[in-house]
């Protein structure tokens, strides 16, 4: 996957109906050594949450272990490469997702609603997980989990959103031919509705609805 990025404009809310914020949905609760600070979770390090991207285990001259971390902020995507003591420890961060509904994208904002609450509010493209050709996958309705993070100086904030692993989508048209496999199996090239297109074998038709691999933007099967 690309690398995240994480915009540092604060996600603005507009709440339809009034949301109790009875439950806390990240803590400091523990800290780790930075030897067992594993790459991808999240750490508490000069008043801000980081994102461990790398980690090196070496030893110094002295005989002294030193652990060399790639941090990213969580919030406005600047990284910083630091060392610590293999006698440091950190404390980790927790991220919770919520499951939102997709509404509509306008210029640069993602807006979504929570589907019990009806709580809307919008994030910025550059943090959907998967990066541009995941956010090309976006489609009305669709389920999205979104990533709150919880900081004393910041307070409860959307972190990032991803798309679901698979989707169903209704092919809009099949483009062309695109190749042929080993086995003989012909592909083409199909246009979604959302405007996304992949490749789909030949048998595909318009109007189908087939389940791709949002990820990879990979045809998977089609809905009967």
């Known amino acids: 996957m690309a690398s995240l990025i994480f915009s540092s404009s604060l996600a603005r809310v507009r709440s339809a109906v009034p949301l109790q914020r009875a439950i806390v949905v990240a803590q400091r609760d523990f800290k780790l050594s930075v030897g067992s600070i594993k790459k991808g979770q999240i750490v508490q390090f000069k008043d801000k949450a980081w994102k461990v991207l790398n980690r090196d285990h070496s030893s110094s001259g002295r005989g002294g272990a030193v652990i060399k971390m790639e941090l990213q902020d ?3 995507s600047a990284k910083i490469n630091e060392r610590f003591k293999s006698s440091d420890s950190l404390e980790i961060l927790n991220l919770q997702d919520e499951t939102h509904q997709y509404l509509y994208t306008d210029g640069n904002n993602v807006h979504l609603l929570h589907p019990d609450t009806f709580e809307e509010i919008e994030m910025t493209l550059d943090t959907c997980e998967g990066g541009e050709q995941a956010a090309a996958l976006l489609e009305d309705g669709m389920p999205i989990a979104v990533s709150f993070l919880t900081t004393p100086e910041l307070g409860r904030q959307p ?3 991803k798309l679901p692993s698979s989707h169903v989508f209704t092919v809009e048209s099949v483009v062309e031919r695109a190749g042929q496999a080993a086995k ?9 509705t959302n405007g996304a297109k992949l490749q789909v074998p030949e048998f595909v038709n318009e109007g189908d609805r087939i389940l791709v691999e949002v990820e990879t933007m990979k045809y998977m099967k089609r809905e009967l």
């Open 159 to 161: 972190a990032t959103f």
């Open 74 to 76: 969580i919030l406005n």
């Open 184 to 192: 003989g199996t012909v592909y083409m090239t199909a246009r979604l």
